[in-house]
């Protein structure tokens, strides 16, 4: 197991940004990603990175304005947001998946496809 914290939720203005981070205690051979959850609606998939490549998906609702990165030295996963919408407010929750040699290019973007998440940081996008 891991344990994923978030920061860096916040109140913005839209268009604005914010940049999130998660820091994973331990090792680093995790697939990690982002997922929101607004109020009344289902958790639902932001973005994914790899742990081998860094290779990444997005969700169309994100792409073009929503960048995800990891720093594996440091154990950190980041989410850049820009362009920020009211409709991008939600709790951001991080994600991993222990991965290894075989699987360390793959990203994934179901949620049971994840088994270790954080306690989530909330983002507020006002008009």
């Known amino acids: 197991q891991v344990q994923l914290v978030e920061s860096g939720g916040g109140l913005v203005q839209a268009g604005g940004s914010l940049k999130l981070s998660c820091v994973a205690s331990?090792?680093?051979?995790?697939?990690m990603g982002w997922f929101r959850q607004a109020p009344g609606k289902e958790r639902e998939f932001v973005a994914g990175?790899?742990?081998?490549?860094?290779?990444?998906v997005y969700a169309d609702s994100v792409k073009g304005r929503f960048t995800i990165s990891r720093d594996n030295p440091k154990n950190t996963l980041y989410l850049q947001m820009n362009s920020l919408k009211t409709e991008d407010t939600a709790v951001y929750y991080c994600?991993?998946?222990?991965?290894?040699?075989?699987?360390?290019?793959?990203?994934?973007?179901?949620?049971?496809?994840?088994?270790?998440w954080g306690q989530g940081t909330q983002v507020t996008v006002s008009s």
């Open positions: 994600a991993a998946r222990m991965v290894t040699g075989l699987n360390g290019r793959n990203y994934y973007k179901a949620r049971d496809e994840y088994n270790n």
């Open positions: 990175i790899s742990w081998i490549g860094g290779s990444t």
């Open positions: 331990g090792r680093s051979n995790y697939a």
